[in-house]
């Protein structure tokens, strides 16, 4: 089988082989619709298990839609959800949280390698116009784990994020589209990362890490999730076949799947960056906690790779040529070291 | 096999075996993400093919986003939706026409059967405020194919619905999350009854059909799909892995099968209606043109053919006791002939 | 002086002398901007004594604005709004309550004479679909008071449909952009039919009644008025120089002004009412109760009105055909006896 | 008469005499309500006049009313607006551009003294994603002219940054707040500044300018105006009594009041800005081309400022102690010279 260079995402494989069968297993006879399935009422009790604690889950099949519903049930229309600067919900959602929330402000921070700085966060917060009439007010933070730029926040990062917003008041939400290989990283638990370190609603990301597409709204607090129904519904993103979604999110959990996916996809990413960063004239922007490389490159050698035939995105957040590569549950081995030696043979031809 | 006593919606049976298939087909390597893959590419072709005249097409996952979306085209926030009273967008999407076009209003018209009678929509339009800044301003019509009641428009009907519309400037959609049974029905082209009438902007259904989620908004203006990508996107409505929805559409596209599972849904139907209308004390509320009978019972049979196994919604729109009976694709004769059995049972043993 | 035969609405008249020395008298030195003024700071006051009760007062400049920013603060984006299907938010206000509830849905419930029926309140609410998904949620109840028709809920009345609202956990709103002459109608007190009936928000209406352009909107339940600060600066509707618009609404509180004022107008609609109907082929179509005649008169007679000087409209939501004649602060006797003269002798002279 | 040191605003002033009897002038009679009175009328006219060419003017009563009623008609829900980081629309209107938008994206670009530099205009422009659907698209570019820092941008800057928008297709609008100001103080005509330049829709602000509340929103391409109607409308801000409204702008305007008025404003901050820092210790943040002078103090001055009863906002969006010190129409040499005085005083005494 020939190597496959195409490195542009996570989201160009496919799914797995375990989902796809999930979704052909849960194709027998019919189902109540709207989530009244035997499916779905398993998966409650799934994610509960996982998380080790009372959670609502709402599946839905996009992570833009799981990012927009979970901040609008945070913020109100005059709110202001604090996030990084290159935050997906800021930059790659075409207004979606805009929309949802009916028109709620994101402040964008800044923050070395895409995690806010606490220190950045409280100056935001202290300085916010609390109570001034016109102003929008403080009401949620967002944090992307991993980050939009390839690393993980600590348990104590992220605790440390959601003591200062808790102290204030404000909710804070979790964009975990890659919240797998994020904790594929850490090897902590589910709990540290999210409810035991003050996060209230977590997007759940299975789409990035095998899923066909499926993604789930995890409320940690009951109470924020009372209209969640609604909201959904409203968006257009209630599924009247939900069996179909919420198997494919039963089979990734299935006997830790998930991880083992992500656990792959983080090997393939780190063996990825060793190849290329012992090549002279390639160093790394960020570190590499998970499965994406952002790799600083000779201007020259990215349409050669290109002409080689590796597939990736050109990173316009950085200084100089910097190229994101991204591995999934579907990268090999072969996959990785071709590219390392296609690298090689490029940088040495220059 | 036992008998399937389900007839609670055709979106309460799963996908069709070559729906499955073509998903799994689909999960072959990597593909572009978002929608520039190959089978999206092909879909906008076979939907040419299929209308017979050059449109765009955007394949979602929910008939609600592709209602709400293809309205949100239509409509400025200040514009009137106008629609009938049980119209699927009036009543069953929580509010989501008016979240995605930012507060416009829908009318809601009666008429006979589902379908929005031609004085009546003359009427609504020439009393309603035109020019004057007090009132939302006509926008567009919304005309459900197979209609709410399970009855059909022919293609003379949408065209003089469209007629009227279009002399006052208003653009027409067609909520067609039945669309199919609503052509197996009429026996005419799919262009016949809609751009070819008048129509702008179509809602293709495919889950109701045997698509496991997928639905097409396709555009017969393409003026009016301008900016149509970026409300996919903000309402978070775009698929990373566009593929597996593109794919589902084209196998139900293939050979004309789509028409072939709908034919038989409405086969299904009609052998329901006359086995239950042969029985003393049943008639129907609604002339069944496509898979929905809306049968009027005994008030005391509907818990007797719930304790009987069967499943079916009782209906609120109605003049006295009414239930509503839908079959689907894969809805077999023996389940019809069961069903009628245990009516005809129970009805005697009153 | 000539008399006048402007009945076409009381917002036709100007202000009353007393609203405009106001605004002169408060126009001397600066003052804190945005409502941190002493005339501001008197209003609460005012409203508390008025209505014998704790309250929070927001002044704004229009109805339209009074009304759909209380609404916001009684519904969510996924609520629906019961009110006649003749009120203001529902056909007059071009969809606003729509934007700045961010969607909400206005649910038209039919009533004789403008008034909102027990009965049908409690149907619809029956009927409502409460805690499913697919439907929007009852939210709230808005009354009018005047009605659109000219006459009043008696305290009684009011306090029916509140009792139906709230015993189902709705908000309910009062549209009093005429409750000024619903009061002077009735004879009790401001609280008999706003809090003590169970109204938790009022739009007090000022401008209909001899004010330049104020309203206040009243919350009778604190809780509900938390964020409304917010709320009305983002609709653009929070005065930097407040003080002009507070100063208004204390002129007319003043020594009960307001209620002279608008018992001046009911009583000259009354004169109007006696006087037409009098003549031979004119009757009333509504009650009067208020400040409105509406009168149903030959066809003939319509343009000979015009032809006469009358101004005022036809009225289209009526059986046969209906002209609607408003009266106000400044409307004299004289005024009223030249148009019965005036309608006396072109019917005669048909 | 004693010196006003209240420096807080040109809101803490009152209106103009000329403005109140106008007010007063215009309260004969009955008049058309909602604009179709005789002194809307005259309104078009007169800023036609004003600005030599044809236009649409629609009168509302607040600065964050016209600003984001007028961006709402340049900017569909999905499109971006790009501002200085301190302009009002960002940071003091409470998100009300996102509310009439239906939530559009405001970038924030920088630029010394409040003016978006013509450089960061082009880059932000460059770099924002034009046709991937993913990103929010540009639609519009907003100047504030005077700008929130006090200074003026010229006709040429203004050509400039209007020319970048022109050339990629967006459209211009500028919050003229204090237009009068920047008028005064560049001496060019009024069009040299707006439709000369570049600019489509004009925030002309009068009531920081001596009325008691009225802003004219004034199109001078009418194309963009067609449904500003029903964005006024719907957003509450049709004034029934709208005439009070147009006498307001029109006695601005006769004679040119209005310059007269922002010009002895502009002269009154000149005053000021020269009397302070003639004082060792007092020194410019910015450029005092208007009505604002912006002063950097010793940080023990400020309270010693406040104890001598001069009133004033520090400002936040400066490096160092910073005092915001506005003058208006009602500013008198005597006042200027008083807090001269008082900082001298207060200095010498530390």
């Known amino acids: 089988m020939a190597a496959n260079l195409d490195f542009s995402s996570d989201n160009a494989a496919g799914a797995t082989p375990e989902v796809l069968s999930a979704v052909a297993d849960a194709n027998h006879g019919t189902a109540m619709a709207y989530g009244a399935d035997d499916w779905t009422a398993r998966l409650e009790a799934a994610f509960a298990d996982l998380f080790e604690t009372d959670i609502a889950v709402f599946p839905v099949a996009t992570g833009t839609a799981a990012n927009a519903l979970a901040l609008s ?36 921070l800044t923050g070395a390698h895409g995690r806010i700085g606490a220190g950045t966060l409280e100056g935001a917060l202290d300085g916010a116009g609390w109570g001034v009439q016109h102003h929008v007010q403080p009401a949620a933070v967002s944090l992307t784990q991993l980050t939009e730029d390839g690393t993980v926040y600590t348990a104590d990062q992220v605790a440390e994020l959601c003591g200062i917003a808790k102290a204030r008041g404000l909710a804070v939400h979790m964009d975990g589209a890659r919240f797998a290989n994020a904790l594929a990283s850490l090897g902590c638990t589910p709990a540290d990362i999210t409810w035991r370190a003050g996060v209230d609603v977590l997007s759940f990301g299975g789409t990035k890490n095998g899923a066909l597409a499926a993604e789930a709204v995890v409320f940690f607090d009951r109470d924020k999730a009372q209209d969640f129904l609604y909201r959904r519904k409203r968006g257009g993103h209630l599924f009247s076949k939900m069996r179909f979604l919420s198997a494919q999110l039963l089979a990734m959990l299935e006997g830790g799947r998930w991880l083992d996916w992500a656990g792959h996809a983080n090997a393939m990413a780190a063996r990825l960056a060793d190849g290329l960063t012992a090549l002279d004239g390639i160093t790394l922007a960020h570190p590499v906690d998970g499965n994406i490389v952002f790799a600083r490159v000779p201007e020259t050698l990215i349409d050669r790779l290109r002409d080689g035939g590796a597939v990736f995105h050109l990173w316009p957040y950085a200084d100089g040529p910097t190229i994101r590569l991204v591995t999934s549950f579907a990268t090999r081995a072969d996959d990785v070291d071709a590219l390392i030696g296609l690298a090689a043979s490029r940088l040495s031809g220059a």
Chains 1, 2, 3, 4 share one sequence.
């Open 73 to 108: 049930a945070l913020t109100p229309p005059h709110g202001a959800v604090y996030c990084h600067e290159f935050a997906h919900i800021a930059v790659d959602e075409c207004g979606a949280p805009e929309l949802y929330s009916g028109g709620a402000k994101l402040i964008s």
